[in-house]
Protein backbone atom coordinates (compact mmCIF):
# COMPACT_ATOMS: atom_id res chain seq x y z
CA UNK A 1 0.00 0.00 0.00
CA UNK A 2 2.51 2.53 0.72
CA UNK A 3 2.38 6.19 3.05
CA UNK A 4 5.79 6.78 3.64
CA UNK A 5 4.77 9.92 5.33
CA UNK A 6 2.34 8.89 8.00
CA UNK A 7 4.40 7.26 10.57
CA UNK A 8 6.54 10.10 10.52
CA UNK A 9 3.13 12.59 11.08
CA UNK A 10 1.79 10.17 13.70
CA UNK A 11 5.19 10.33 15.92
CA UNK A 12 5.07 14.55 15.20
CA UNK A 13 1.59 14.82 17.16
CA UNK A 14 2.63 12.00 20.12
CA UNK A 15 6.32 10.42 20.81
CA UNK A 16 4.37 8.43 23.67
CA UNK A 17 3.50 5.90 21.61
CA UNK A 18 6.53 4.43 20.55
CA UNK A 19 8.74 2.75 23.06
CA UNK A 20 11.74 0.19 22.71
CA UNK A 21 11.31 -3.07 22.36
CA UNK A 22 13.28 -5.25 25.59
CA UNK A 23 14.69 -8.50 24.69
CA UNK A 24 12.15 -11.11 26.44
CA UNK A 25 10.69 -8.23 28.00
CA UNK A 26 7.17 -8.94 27.18
CA UNK A 27 4.85 -11.37 26.56
CA UNK A 28 2.81 -11.65 22.95
CA UNK A 29 0.61 -14.55 21.84
CA UNK A 30 1.67 -13.82 17.71
CA UNK A 31 4.16 -12.84 15.57
CA UNK A 32 3.83 -11.74 12.11
CA UNK A 33 6.51 -10.76 9.48
CA UNK A 34 5.94 -8.86 6.36
CA UNK A 35 8.98 -10.77 5.05
CA UNK A 36 10.27 -8.65 1.99
CA UNK A 37 10.56 -5.55 4.09
CA UNK A 38 12.98 -7.68 6.48
CA UNK A 39 15.17 -8.31 3.24
CA UNK A 40 15.62 -4.76 2.31
CA UNK A 41 16.52 -3.97 5.69
CA UNK A 42 19.39 -6.61 5.62
CA UNK A 43 20.05 -5.49 2.79
CA UNK A 44 21.14 -2.33 3.35
CA UNK A 45 23.42 -3.38 6.38
CA UNK A 46 24.89 -6.23 4.85
CA UNK A 47 26.07 -4.36 1.52
CA UNK A 48 28.32 -2.03 3.08
CA UNK A 49 30.54 -4.94 4.43
CA UNK A 50 30.81 -6.33 1.17
CA UNK A 51 34.09 -5.08 -1.28
CA UNK A 52 34.07 -4.40 -4.85
CA UNK A 53 35.27 -7.73 -5.79
CA UNK A 54 31.96 -9.22 -3.87
CA UNK A 55 30.17 -8.92 -7.20
CA UNK A 56 29.01 -12.80 -7.54
CA UNK A 57 25.42 -12.88 -7.68
CA UNK A 58 25.93 -16.42 -5.64
CA UNK A 59 28.56 -14.79 -2.90
CA UNK A 60 25.63 -12.23 -2.45
CA UNK A 61 22.67 -14.25 -2.41
CA UNK A 62 24.44 -16.69 -0.03
CA UNK A 63 25.60 -13.75 2.49
CA UNK A 64 22.02 -12.32 2.27
CA UNK A 65 19.78 -14.99 2.53
CA UNK A 66 21.93 -16.24 5.61
CA UNK A 67 21.94 -12.55 7.68
CA UNK A 68 18.14 -12.64 7.07
CA UNK A 69 17.41 -15.77 8.18
CA UNK A 70 19.41 -15.04 11.49
CA UNK A 71 17.40 -12.00 11.39
CA UNK A 72 14.51 -13.49 11.59
CA UNK A 73 15.45 -16.09 14.14
CA UNK A 74 16.51 -13.61 16.46
CA UNK A 75 13.78 -11.46 16.33
CA UNK A 76 11.45 -14.87 16.89
CA UNK A 77 13.63 -16.62 19.85
CA UNK A 78 15.03 -13.64 21.04
CA UNK A 79 12.72 -10.42 20.98
CA UNK A 80 8.88 -11.30 20.64
CA UNK A 81 9.06 -15.10 21.73
CA UNK A 82 5.00 -15.53 20.69
CA UNK A 83 3.70 -18.17 22.93
CA UNK A 84 1.05 -19.67 19.82
CA UNK A 85 2.63 -19.03 16.53
CA UNK A 86 5.06 -17.30 13.63
CA UNK A 87 3.62 -16.07 10.85
CA UNK A 88 6.23 -15.59 8.17
CA UNK A 89 4.37 -13.95 5.11
CA UNK A 90 6.58 -13.42 1.80
CA UNK A 91 4.78 -11.39 -0.61
CA UNK A 92 3.36 -13.90 -3.53
CA UNK A 93 1.83 -12.05 -7.43
CA UNK A 94 0.37 -9.30 -6.68
CA UNK A 95 -3.18 -8.17 -8.07
CA UNK A 96 -2.87 -5.48 -11.04
CA UNK A 97 -3.42 -2.92 -9.19
CA UNK A 98 -0.09 -3.13 -7.59
CA UNK A 99 2.11 -4.15 -10.35
CA UNK A 100 1.51 -0.74 -12.05
CA UNK A 101 3.42 0.86 -9.18
CA UNK A 102 5.72 -2.04 -8.88
CA UNK A 103 6.36 -1.42 -12.56
CA UNK A 104 7.23 2.80 -12.35
CA UNK A 105 9.22 1.49 -8.91
CA UNK A 106 11.74 -0.80 -11.20
CA UNK A 107 12.15 1.68 -14.31
CA UNK A 108 12.87 4.25 -12.24
CA UNK A 109 15.33 1.97 -10.69
CA UNK A 110 17.37 1.51 -13.61
CA UNK A 111 16.84 5.02 -14.54
CA UNK A 112 18.20 6.48 -11.24
CA UNK A 113 21.45 3.88 -10.88
CA UNK A 114 22.40 5.24 -14.87
CA UNK A 115 22.18 8.80 -13.37
CA UNK A 116 24.41 8.21 -10.52
CA UNK A 117 26.52 6.11 -12.07
CA UNK A 118 27.24 9.02 -15.05
CA UNK A 119 27.79 11.34 -11.56
CA UNK A 120 30.36 8.92 -10.24
CA UNK A 121 32.22 8.98 -13.61
CA UNK A 122 32.24 12.58 -14.12
CA UNK A 123 33.87 12.62 -10.67
CA UNK A 124 35.91 9.75 -10.44
CA UNK A 125 34.38 7.63 -7.85
CA UNK A 126 34.33 4.24 -8.02
CA UNK A 127 30.65 2.79 -8.41
CA UNK A 128 29.36 0.22 -5.35
CA UNK A 129 27.63 -2.88 -5.92
CA UNK A 130 25.38 -3.15 -8.82
CA UNK A 131 22.94 -5.62 -7.41
CA UNK A 132 19.57 -4.49 -6.42
CA UNK A 133 17.30 -6.17 -4.16
CA UNK A 134 13.88 -4.68 -6.00
CA UNK A 135 13.36 -7.04 -8.55
CA UNK A 136 15.44 -9.85 -7.14
CA UNK A 137 12.52 -10.54 -4.35
CA UNK A 138 9.85 -10.67 -7.32
CA UNK A 139 8.13 -14.17 -6.95
CA UNK A 140 9.82 -16.58 -9.64
CA UNK A 141 13.71 -15.12 -9.22
CA UNK A 142 15.70 -17.71 -7.99
CA UNK A 143 16.85 -15.40 -5.20
CA UNK A 144 13.44 -15.96 -3.37
CA UNK A 145 13.58 -19.66 -4.36
CA UNK A 146 16.33 -20.24 -2.52
CA UNK A 147 15.56 -17.84 0.38
CA UNK A 148 12.05 -19.70 0.98
CA UNK A 149 14.19 -23.22 0.89
CA UNK A 150 16.95 -22.02 3.61
CA UNK A 151 13.60 -20.17 6.05
CA UNK A 152 11.95 -24.07 5.18
CA UNK A 153 15.73 -25.61 6.19
CA UNK A 154 15.77 -23.50 9.56
CA UNK A 155 12.25 -24.55 10.23
CA UNK A 156 13.09 -28.32 9.49
CA UNK A 157 16.26 -28.18 12.07
CA UNK A 158 13.89 -26.40 14.75
CA UNK A 159 16.15 -23.46 14.80
CA UNK A 160 12.95 -21.97 16.23
CA UNK A 161 11.18 -21.86 19.40
CA UNK A 162 8.10 -21.11 18.19
CA UNK A 163 5.23 -22.84 16.03
CA UNK A 164 5.89 -21.32 12.37
CA UNK A 165 3.79 -20.75 9.98
CA UNK A 166 5.31 -19.60 6.44
CA UNK A 167 3.32 -18.26 3.46
CA UNK A 168 5.94 -18.12 1.08
CA UNK A 169 5.80 -16.40 -2.90
CA UNK A 170 3.93 -19.28 -4.22
CA UNK A 171 1.12 -18.39 -2.49
CA UNK A 172 -0.72 -15.24 -4.06
CA UNK A 173 -0.85 -11.82 -2.20
CA UNK A 174 1.06 -8.94 -0.78
CA UNK A 175 2.88 -10.46 2.65
CA UNK A 176 0.94 -8.02 4.65
CA UNK A 177 -2.43 -8.89 2.53
CA UNK A 178 -1.90 -12.64 3.76
CA UNK A 179 -1.59 -12.08 7.36
CA UNK A 180 -4.46 -9.81 7.70
CA UNK A 181 -6.95 -12.01 7.29
CA UNK A 182 -5.60 -13.84 9.96
CA UNK A 183 -5.34 -11.55 12.29
CA UNK A 184 -9.07 -11.01 11.58
CA UNK A 185 -9.75 -14.57 11.94
CA UNK A 186 -7.88 -14.11 15.53
CA UNK A 187 -10.20 -11.25 16.59
CA UNK A 188 -13.51 -13.24 15.10
CA UNK A 189 -12.80 -15.92 17.47
CA UNK A 190 -14.02 -15.00 21.35
CA UNK A 191 -11.43 -17.49 22.66
CA UNK A 192 -8.23 -15.09 21.06
CA UNK A 193 -10.27 -11.91 20.89
CA UNK A 194 -7.79 -10.52 23.82
CA UNK A 195 -4.60 -12.36 22.66
CA UNK A 196 -1.71 -9.92 21.93
CA UNK A 197 -0.05 -9.50 18.56
CA UNK A 198 3.10 -8.08 17.19
CA UNK A 199 3.53 -7.11 13.36
CA UNK A 200 6.66 -6.49 11.85
CA UNK A 201 6.56 -3.95 9.08
CA UNK A 202 8.43 -0.76 8.45
CA UNK A 203 5.61 0.85 6.37
CA UNK A 204 3.61 3.51 7.53
CA UNK A 205 0.33 1.92 6.02
CA UNK A 206 0.92 -1.31 8.09
CA UNK A 207 -0.46 1.34 11.49
CA UNK A 208 -3.53 1.90 9.28
CA UNK A 209 -4.57 -1.38 8.01
CA UNK A 210 -4.10 -3.07 11.57
CA UNK A 211 -6.43 -0.78 12.95
CA UNK A 212 -9.32 -1.74 10.32
CA UNK A 213 -8.79 -5.26 11.72
CA UNK A 214 -10.73 -3.77 14.92
CA UNK A 215 -8.00 -5.97 16.96
CA UNK A 216 -7.25 -4.32 20.36
CA UNK A 217 -3.30 -5.33 21.94
CA UNK A 218 -1.69 -4.96 18.81
CA UNK A 219 2.12 -3.63 18.50
CA UNK A 220 3.46 -2.25 15.14
CA UNK A 221 7.38 -3.17 15.38
CA UNK A 222 9.96 -1.70 13.28
CA UNK A 223 13.37 -1.40 13.23
CA UNK A 224 14.35 2.39 14.47
CA UNK A 225 15.64 4.86 11.70
CA UNK A 226 18.66 6.40 12.49
CA UNK A 227 18.27 10.00 10.09
CA UNK A 228 14.62 10.20 11.64
CA UNK A 229 14.59 12.78 14.59
CA UNK A 230 11.52 11.01 16.06
CA UNK A 231 13.07 7.29 16.22
CA UNK A 232 16.70 8.53 16.06
CA UNK A 233 16.45 8.45 20.36
CA UNK A 234 16.07 4.76 20.38
CA UNK A 235 19.57 3.79 18.53
CA UNK A 236 21.78 3.94 21.07
CA UNK A 237 19.49 1.21 23.70
CA UNK A 238 17.04 -0.52 20.98
CA UNK A 239 17.68 -2.63 17.51
CA UNK A 240 13.32 -2.21 17.38
CA UNK A 241 10.49 0.12 18.68
CA UNK A 242 6.62 -0.73 19.06
CA UNK A 243 3.92 1.67 18.22
CA UNK A 244 1.04 0.93 20.54
CA UNK A 245 -1.93 0.57 18.35
CA UNK A 246 -4.30 0.60 21.76
CA UNK A 247 -2.89 4.03 22.61
CA UNK A 248 -2.90 5.44 18.74
CA UNK A 249 -6.96 4.18 18.36
CA UNK A 250 -7.50 6.47 21.22
CA UNK A 251 -5.56 9.67 19.26
CA UNK A 252 -7.20 8.98 16.01
CA UNK A 253 -10.59 8.97 18.10
CA UNK A 254 -10.20 11.97 19.41
CA UNK A 255 -8.51 13.95 16.42
CA UNK A 256 -11.80 12.88 14.43
CA UNK A 257 -14.38 13.69 17.57
CA UNK A 258 -12.69 17.05 18.37
CA UNK A 259 -16.23 18.72 17.10
CA UNK A 260 -18.66 16.45 19.14
CA UNK A 261 -17.25 14.93 22.18
CA UNK A 262 -20.41 14.67 23.87
CA UNK A 263 -22.23 12.37 21.23
CA UNK A 264 -22.15 8.92 21.59
CA UNK A 265 -19.89 7.59 19.32
CA UNK A 266 -18.91 4.22 18.00
CA UNK A 267 -14.86 4.28 18.26
CA UNK A 268 -14.82 1.44 16.02
CA UNK A 269 -16.52 3.12 13.29
CA UNK A 270 -14.80 6.07 13.46
CA UNK A 271 -11.45 4.62 12.62
CA UNK A 272 -13.04 2.72 9.74
CA UNK A 273 -14.28 6.45 8.05
CA UNK A 274 -10.11 7.41 9.39
CA UNK A 275 -8.93 4.76 7.33
CA UNK A 276 -11.27 5.21 4.13
CA UNK A 277 -9.80 9.21 4.41
CA UNK A 278 -6.27 8.16 4.38
CA UNK A 279 -7.77 5.83 1.53
CA UNK A 280 -8.80 9.39 -0.64
CA UNK A 281 -4.89 11.12 0.41
CA UNK A 282 -3.63 8.20 -1.90
CA UNK A 283 -2.23 4.79 -1.34
CA UNK A 284 -0.89 1.74 -3.63
CA UNK A 285 -4.47 1.69 -5.70
CA UNK A 286 -5.75 5.62 -5.14
CA UNK A 287 -4.26 8.24 -7.02
CA UNK A 288 -4.43 11.28 -3.88
CA UNK A 289 -6.67 13.91 -5.49
CA UNK A 290 -4.28 16.89 -6.81
CA UNK A 291 -4.39 18.61 -3.60
CA UNK A 292 -4.70 16.21 -1.30
CA UNK A 293 -1.61 14.45 -0.65
CA UNK A 294 -0.45 13.66 2.97
CA UNK A 295 2.50 15.50 2.58
CA UNK A 296 1.28 18.62 1.82
CA UNK A 297 -1.32 18.68 4.84
CA UNK A 298 -4.21 16.90 2.25
CA UNK A 299 -5.22 14.56 5.26
CA UNK A 300 -5.56 17.16 8.07
CA UNK A 301 -7.57 19.07 5.29
CA UNK A 302 -9.96 16.15 4.54
CA UNK A 303 -10.03 15.51 8.73
CA UNK A 304 -11.40 19.25 9.13
CA UNK A 305 -14.22 18.33 6.47
CA UNK A 306 -14.99 15.16 7.83
CA UNK A 307 -15.77 17.09 11.60
CA UNK A 308 -17.56 19.71 9.76
CA UNK A 309 -20.26 17.16 8.18
CA UNK A 310 -20.09 14.81 10.57
CA UNK A 311 -22.61 16.08 13.53
CA UNK A 312 -24.64 17.59 10.66
CA UNK A 313 -25.34 13.85 8.64
CA UNK A 314 -24.66 12.32 12.12
CA UNK A 315 -23.91 8.97 10.76
CA UNK A 316 -20.85 7.14 9.85
CA UNK A 317 -19.62 7.48 6.61
CA UNK A 318 -18.24 3.46 5.90
CA UNK A 319 -20.75 0.73 7.27
CA UNK A 320 -18.25 -2.49 7.99
CA UNK A 321 -18.41 -4.94 10.85
CA UNK A 322 -15.32 -7.01 10.60
CA UNK A 323 -17.24 -9.92 12.46
CA UNK A 324 -19.95 -10.21 9.49
CA UNK A 325 -19.66 -11.26 5.80
CA UNK A 326 -21.74 -8.40 4.66
CA UNK A 327 -19.75 -6.20 2.20
CA UNK A 328 -18.54 -2.83 3.10
CA UNK A 329 -20.39 0.55 2.10
CA UNK A 330 -19.93 4.08 1.84
CA UNK A 331 -22.74 6.34 2.93
CA UNK A 332 -23.27 7.76 -0.20
CA UNK A 333 -24.79 11.17 1.10
CA UNK A 334 -21.83 11.57 3.42
CA UNK A 335 -19.37 10.88 0.64
CA UNK A 336 -21.16 13.14 -1.94
CA UNK A 337 -21.18 16.15 0.76
CA UNK A 338 -17.24 15.23 1.33
CA UNK A 339 -16.58 15.63 -2.17
CA UNK A 340 -18.65 18.44 -2.73
CA UNK A 341 -16.58 20.59 0.32
CA UNK A 342 -13.46 19.65 -1.56
CA UNK A 343 -15.48 21.25 -4.44
CA UNK A 344 -15.74 24.10 -3.26
CA UNK A 345 -11.84 24.15 -1.96
CA UNK A 346 -10.45 23.26 -5.68
CA UNK A 347 -9.52 26.54 -7.03
CA UNK A 348 -8.08 28.01 -4.34
CA UNK A 349 -6.03 24.46 -3.64
CA UNK A 350 -4.76 24.23 -7.51
CA UNK A 351 -3.88 28.04 -7.41
CA UNK A 352 -1.40 27.02 -3.97
CA UNK A 353 0.01 24.65 -6.40
CA UNK A 354 1.01 27.40 -9.10
CA UNK A 355 2.49 29.80 -6.36
CA UNK A 356 4.51 26.79 -4.90
CA UNK A 357 6.09 26.14 -8.77
CA UNK A 358 6.96 29.98 -8.66
CA UNK A 359 8.11 29.97 -4.98
CA UNK A 360 10.45 26.79 -6.24
CA UNK A 361 11.50 28.68 -9.71
CA UNK A 362 12.92 31.13 -7.94
CA UNK A 363 15.81 29.35 -6.62
CA UNK A 364 16.03 30.30 -2.92
CA UNK A 365 17.81 27.14 -0.96
CA UNK A 366 16.44 27.16 2.48
CA UNK A 367 18.11 27.44 5.15
CA UNK A 368 17.38 23.81 6.52
CA UNK A 369 18.52 22.64 2.94
CA UNK A 370 22.28 24.89 3.34
CA UNK A 371 22.69 23.51 6.42
CA UNK A 372 21.87 19.89 5.70
CA UNK A 373 24.26 20.23 2.59
CA UNK A 374 27.36 21.78 4.40
CA UNK A 375 28.84 18.87 5.02
CA UNK A 376 27.90 17.03 2.16
CA UNK A 377 30.22 15.44 -0.76
CA UNK A 378 29.61 16.82 -4.11
CA UNK A 379 28.15 13.87 -5.17
CA UNK A 380 25.79 13.60 -2.23
CA UNK A 381 24.75 17.11 -2.79
CA UNK A 382 23.80 15.73 -6.68
CA UNK A 383 21.88 12.66 -5.03
CA UNK A 384 19.98 14.32 -2.93
CA UNK A 385 19.39 17.60 -5.13
CA UNK A 386 18.04 14.74 -7.44
CA UNK A 387 15.49 12.66 -5.85
CA UNK A 388 14.27 15.35 -3.11
CA UNK A 389 14.90 18.76 -4.74
CA UNK A 390 11.15 20.34 -6.82
CA UNK A 391 11.93 19.70 -10.57
CA UNK A 392 11.38 23.58 -11.18
CA UNK A 393 14.02 24.60 -8.60
CA UNK A 394 17.13 25.94 -10.72
CA UNK A 395 19.13 23.90 -8.83
CA UNK A 396 17.97 20.41 -9.40
CA UNK A 397 20.54 18.82 -11.68
CA UNK A 398 18.02 18.23 -14.37
CA UNK A 399 15.64 21.81 -13.84
CA UNK A 400 16.53 21.77 -17.73
CA UNK A 401 15.19 19.26 -18.45
CA UNK A 402 11.55 19.94 -16.71
CA UNK A 403 11.61 23.60 -16.71
CA UNK A 404 8.88 24.14 -19.74
CA UNK A 405 6.49 22.32 -17.54
CA UNK A 406 6.21 24.49 -14.74
CA UNK A 407 4.13 27.06 -16.65
CA UNK A 408 2.43 24.91 -18.74
CA UNK A 409 -0.85 24.31 -16.91
CA UNK A 410 -1.64 27.78 -14.85
CA UNK A 411 -3.91 27.36 -12.18
CA UNK A 412 -4.12 31.28 -11.19
CA UNK A 413 -6.24 31.50 -14.88
CA UNK A 414 -9.95 31.47 -14.75
CA UNK A 415 -11.20 27.62 -13.52
CA UNK A 416 -12.32 26.56 -16.84
CA UNK A 417 -9.03 27.03 -18.39
CA UNK A 418 -6.91 25.30 -16.53
CA UNK A 419 -9.18 22.39 -16.13
CA UNK A 420 -9.03 21.98 -19.60
CA UNK A 421 -4.97 22.47 -19.67
CA UNK A 422 -5.17 19.41 -16.66
CA UNK A 423 -7.25 17.17 -18.64
CA UNK A 424 -5.41 17.58 -21.95
CA UNK A 425 -1.90 17.32 -20.26
CA UNK A 426 -2.19 14.61 -18.20
CA UNK A 427 -5.38 12.72 -19.56
CA UNK A 428 -5.06 13.79 -23.40
CA UNK A 429 -9.12 14.83 -23.51
CA UNK A 430 -9.65 17.19 -25.94
CA UNK A 431 -11.77 20.10 -24.34
CA UNK A 432 -12.46 21.40 -27.59
CA UNK A 433 -14.37 18.09 -28.56
CA UNK A 434 -16.84 18.85 -25.74
CA UNK A 435 -18.69 15.55 -26.20
CA UNK A 436 -15.24 13.58 -26.32
CA UNK A 437 -14.41 16.06 -22.97
CA UNK A 438 -17.42 15.40 -21.01
CA UNK A 439 -17.47 11.44 -21.43
CA UNK A 440 -13.45 11.58 -20.97
CA UNK A 441 -13.65 12.96 -17.46
CA UNK A 442 -16.62 10.76 -16.70
CA UNK A 443 -14.76 7.17 -17.62
CA UNK A 444 -12.22 8.57 -15.46
CA UNK A 445 -14.21 9.29 -12.65
CA UNK A 446 -15.87 6.26 -12.52
CA UNK A 447 -12.40 4.43 -12.56
CA UNK A 448 -11.55 6.62 -9.85
CA UNK A 449 -14.78 5.81 -7.43
CA UNK A 450 -13.50 1.37 -8.58
CA UNK A 451 -10.35 2.69 -6.76
CA UNK A 452 -11.98 3.45 -3.83
CA UNK A 453 -14.09 0.74 -4.00
CA UNK A 454 -11.35 -1.63 -4.66
CA UNK A 455 -9.35 -0.46 -1.76
CA UNK A 456 -12.01 -0.53 0.99
CA UNK A 457 -13.04 -4.25 -0.30
CA UNK A 458 -9.08 -5.10 -0.43
CA UNK A 459 -8.24 -4.26 2.86
CA UNK A 460 -11.19 -5.09 4.54
CA UNK A 461 -12.39 -8.47 3.03
CA UNK A 462 -9.91 -10.07 0.24
CA UNK A 463 -8.62 -8.60 -3.04
CA UNK A 464 -11.68 -8.20 -5.45
CA UNK A 465 -9.97 -8.49 -8.72
CA UNK A 466 -6.63 -9.51 -10.06
CA UNK A 467 -7.15 -7.96 -13.54
CA UNK A 468 -8.75 -4.72 -12.42
CA UNK A 469 -6.21 -1.53 -12.22
CA UNK A 470 -6.39 2.22 -12.07
CA UNK A 471 -5.84 3.81 -15.92
CA UNK A 472 -4.60 6.77 -15.63
CA UNK A 473 -1.49 8.94 -14.72
CA UNK A 474 -3.65 11.38 -12.15
CA UNK A 475 -6.59 11.39 -10.12
CA UNK A 476 -9.82 13.15 -11.25
CA UNK A 477 -10.83 16.81 -10.30
CA UNK A 478 -13.63 16.74 -6.91
CA UNK A 479 -15.74 18.95 -9.19
CA UNK A 480 -15.91 16.68 -11.80
CA UNK A 481 -16.46 13.43 -9.22
CA UNK A 482 -19.17 15.52 -8.13
CA UNK A 483 -20.85 15.98 -11.44
CA UNK A 484 -20.86 12.57 -12.00
CA UNK A 485 -22.15 11.48 -8.48
CA UNK A 486 -24.95 13.99 -8.76
CA UNK A 487 -26.14 13.96 -12.48
CA UNK A 488 -26.17 10.39 -12.99
CA UNK A 489 -27.02 9.45 -9.12
CA UNK A 490 -24.04 7.07 -9.72
CA UNK A 491 -24.34 4.47 -6.81
CA UNK A 492 -20.36 3.89 -5.44
CA UNK A 493 -21.97 0.85 -3.74
CA UNK A 494 -23.30 -1.18 -6.67
CA UNK A 495 -19.59 -1.20 -8.04
CA UNK A 496 -18.65 -4.96 -9.58
CA UNK A 497 -15.12 -6.40 -10.04
CA UNK A 498 -15.26 -9.35 -12.29
CA UNK A 499 -13.88 -12.61 -10.38
CA UNK A 500 -10.63 -13.28 -12.20
CA UNK A 501 -7.24 -15.56 -11.52
CA UNK A 502 -3.99 -14.26 -10.60
CA UNK A 503 -1.54 -13.68 -12.58
CA UNK A 504 1.71 -16.24 -12.12
CA UNK A 505 5.24 -15.46 -11.19
CA UNK A 506 6.65 -15.19 -14.71
CA UNK A 507 3.34 -13.54 -16.01
CA UNK A 508 4.48 -10.44 -13.07
CA UNK A 509 8.01 -10.57 -14.03
CA UNK A 510 7.15 -10.05 -17.41
CA UNK A 511 4.78 -7.21 -16.82
CA UNK A 512 6.94 -5.06 -14.19
CA UNK A 513 10.51 -5.66 -15.32
CA UNK A 514 12.10 -3.15 -17.33
CA UNK A 515 14.48 -4.75 -20.53
CA UNK A 516 17.17 -4.04 -18.39
CA UNK A 517 16.11 -6.41 -16.21
CA UNK A 518 15.36 -9.12 -18.15
CA UNK A 519 18.29 -11.26 -17.67
CA UNK A 520 16.23 -12.36 -14.18
CA UNK A 521 13.93 -14.23 -16.61
CA UNK A 522 14.68 -17.86 -18.12
CA UNK A 523 16.18 -17.56 -21.46
CA UNK A 524 13.35 -18.40 -23.34
CA UNK A 525 11.23 -15.29 -21.96
CA UNK A 526 13.49 -12.53 -22.10
CA UNK A 527 12.76 -11.41 -25.59
CA UNK A 528 9.31 -10.60 -24.58
CA UNK A 529 11.06 -8.05 -23.21
CA UNK A 530 12.91 -6.65 -26.20
CA UNK A 531 9.56 -4.76 -27.23
CA UNK A 532 10.65 -1.32 -27.22
CA UNK A 533 6.73 -0.18 -27.80
CA UNK A 534 5.42 -1.95 -24.62
CA UNK A 535 9.19 -1.67 -22.80
CA UNK A 536 11.27 1.09 -23.16
CA UNK A 537 15.06 1.71 -22.00
CA UNK A 538 14.29 5.67 -22.03
CA UNK A 539 11.36 7.38 -20.49
CA UNK A 540 10.16 10.38 -18.58
CA UNK A 541 9.36 10.64 -14.87
CA UNK A 542 5.79 12.57 -14.68
CA UNK A 543 6.98 15.94 -13.30
CA UNK A 544 4.32 17.71 -12.74
CA UNK A 545 2.58 15.60 -11.00
CA UNK A 546 5.09 14.54 -8.88
CA UNK A 547 6.87 17.78 -8.35
CA UNK A 548 9.95 15.54 -6.87
CA UNK A 549 11.67 12.84 -8.43
CA UNK A 550 11.01 10.60 -5.46
CA UNK A 551 7.39 10.94 -5.82
CA UNK A 552 6.96 11.18 -9.25
CA UNK A 553 5.72 7.68 -11.09
CA UNK A 554 7.50 6.72 -14.57
CA UNK A 555 5.46 7.35 -17.58
CA UNK A 556 5.16 3.88 -18.99
CA UNK A 557 2.67 2.81 -21.93
CA UNK A 558 -0.13 0.61 -20.63
CA UNK A 559 0.57 -2.90 -21.43
CA UNK A 560 -1.98 -5.46 -22.98
CA UNK A 561 -2.08 -8.27 -20.76
CA UNK A 562 -3.82 -10.57 -22.51
CA UNK A 563 -1.29 -10.34 -25.35
CA UNK A 564 1.32 -10.41 -22.46
CA UNK A 565 -0.01 -13.96 -21.21
CA UNK A 566 -0.52 -15.33 -24.83
CA UNK A 567 2.92 -14.51 -25.57
CA UNK A 568 4.75 -16.39 -22.46
CA UNK A 569 1.93 -19.15 -22.92
CA UNK A 570 3.23 -19.80 -26.38
CA UNK A 571 6.90 -20.28 -24.58
CA UNK A 572 6.25 -21.86 -21.26
CA UNK A 573 7.17 -25.51 -22.73
CA UNK A 574 10.92 -24.27 -23.23
CA UNK A 575 11.26 -23.39 -19.64
CA UNK A 576 13.24 -25.99 -18.24
CA UNK A 577 12.21 -28.14 -15.08
CA UNK A 578 13.00 -25.98 -12.21
CA UNK A 579 12.05 -22.60 -13.88
CA UNK A 580 8.40 -24.29 -14.41
CA UNK A 581 8.74 -24.87 -10.52
CA UNK A 582 9.41 -21.23 -9.89
CA UNK A 583 5.93 -20.29 -12.17
CA UNK A 584 4.04 -22.53 -9.95
CA UNK A 585 0.98 -21.08 -7.89
CA UNK A 586 0.52 -23.09 -4.59
CA UNK A 587 -2.78 -23.77 -2.97
CA UNK A 588 -1.14 -24.84 0.33
CA UNK A 589 -0.73 -21.43 2.17
CA UNK A 590 1.45 -21.97 4.77
CA UNK A 591 4.07 -24.84 6.04
CA UNK A 592 3.69 -25.54 9.29
CA UNK A 593 6.18 -26.71 11.41
CA UNK A 594 5.09 -28.01 15.33
CA UNK A 595 6.36 -26.56 18.58
CA UNK A 596 9.76 -28.13 19.60
CA UNK A 597 8.61 -30.23 23.00
CA UNK A 598 10.64 -29.33 26.01
CA UNK A 599 11.21 -32.77 27.45
Given at each position: ?14 R ?6 V ?127 A?RV ?30 R ?19 G ?39 D ?22 E?RI?N ?48 D ?23 T ?43 M ?11 R ?24 F ?16 Q ?17 Q ?6 W?Y ?5 P ?33 C ?37 KY ?16 A ?20 T ?12
Open positions: MGIPTFFRSILQKNRLIRGAQGGEEFDYFFIDFNSLVYNTWNKIQRSLSSSDQDETIIHDRLIEATVEKVLYMVNEIVCPAHYVFISMDGVAPRAKMVQQRSRRYKSVQLKEVMRAKRAELDMANPIEWDPSPNICPGTVFMEKMGLLAMKANRFHSQVLLSDVGCPGEGEHKFLKRIMIHADPQTRDASVVVYSPDDMISLSLLTHKSQIHIMRIPDKESLHESRFCKDFEFIYCLDALRKDFFNQLTVTYRGEDIDLLDYNFLLFMVGNDFVPSLPFLKIRSGGLDLLIGIYNRLRPEIREYLIDYPLSPATPRIHPVFFERLIVELSKENREMQQETEERIRHMGGNLSGKTRKMEEGMTPFQVFESRYQHCFFSPHHPEAHYAHLATLIDYRRPKHEWKAKYYEYLGIDAQNMTAYNEGRTIVVNYLESLVFTLRYYLGCPSYDHRYRVSLPSDIFSVLSRFRYDINNIVFPASQPFSPMEQLFILPPQMSFLLPLPLREILSDRESYPTEFEVDALAGSIYSEAILPELDTEALKKIRARISLLNANEQKRNLSSRLVYLKKKKSSS
